[in-house]
């Protein structure tokens, strides 16, 4: 499976536009993912042209090696406690066979490198190197809804690494302004390691810039602070 696919969508206003899918999303790895999570951004389509926003009913995985949190994440919330149980024995069936392949893969390895002669080796260099980057993962969870997962997420994280915005509000003009404003936000939000986005009204344009509270904290002094 990839990590994510770009996709193509037309709006109901009629523009077209690409978008990027997550089927996978491990915070480790990318830690801005999980701020996109907590801003509401992830794996959600706003068009260009006028705002409206799409959240994608594709499920993904959610992977916090740092906080042992594993998850299959069903977007929809709302299916019926028959539809969930239905989904769980799939996801139970899938496990097994998961399971019993990479069991038979191992086994055949196993098989292919074994040798007659007697090796004082206990491990081979590999093994070592897998062990120290693949730790075993935790059980995996299945979570519906997005919002239950950034409930959850949110719980798992310390005071200084929850979600910070700061709001840069002016009139909605010109549309070049609008696009120097935007580009000025991305790249205080790029120096902090931190995320920017637009968030376009009728009469007023707001440009958050997001991420953990505390570098979000420590900009927002800097932007205070007389020159």
């Known amino acids: 499976m990839p990590r994510s696919t770009e996709i193509t969508l037309t709006c109901v206003c009629g523009n077209q536009f690409t978008a990027i899918r997550y089927h996978t999303v491990n915070v480790t790895l990318e830690p801005h993912l999980l701020y996109r ?5 992830l794996n959600i389509a706003v068009c260009p042209n006028c705002g409206r926003r799409a ?48 069991e038979r893969i191992t086994q055949r390895n196993q098989r292919l490198h074994e040798t007659p002669r007697p090796t004082v080796r206990r491990s081979r260099p590999y093994d070592d190197i897998r062990a120290a980057i693949e730790p075993d993962s935790p059980p995996m969870q299945v979570i519906f809804g997005t ?9 798992l994280l310390e005071p200084e690494e929850k979600l910070g915005k700061i709001a840069l509000n002016y009139a ?3 549309p ?10 991305q790249q205080l939000a ?35 602070t007389p020159a």
Do not use: W
């Open 55 to 102: 959240e994608s009913a594709h499920p993904f995985i959610y992977h916090d090696m740092k906080r042992g949190l594993f998850a299959y994440v069903y977007a929809d919330e709302t299916l019926s406690e028959d539809e969930r149980e239905v989904l769980l024995q799939q996801l139970r069936a899938a496990y097994v066979q998961a399971v019993e392949e990479s």
């Open 172 to 174: 909605h003009h010109d």
């Open 190 to 224: 790029s120096q902090a390691g931190c995320e920017a986005m637009l968030n376009d009204g009728d009469d007023l344009q707001v440009v958050y810039i997001y991420g953990p509270r505390g570098r979000i904290n420590a900009l927002a002094k800097a932007l205070h």
């Open 176 to 185: 070049a302004e609008s696009e120097r404003i935007l580009a000025i936000a």
């Open 147 to 155: 919002g239950n997962l950034v409930t959850l997420v949110d719980s």
């Open 37 to 41: 999570l907590l801003a509401g951004t």
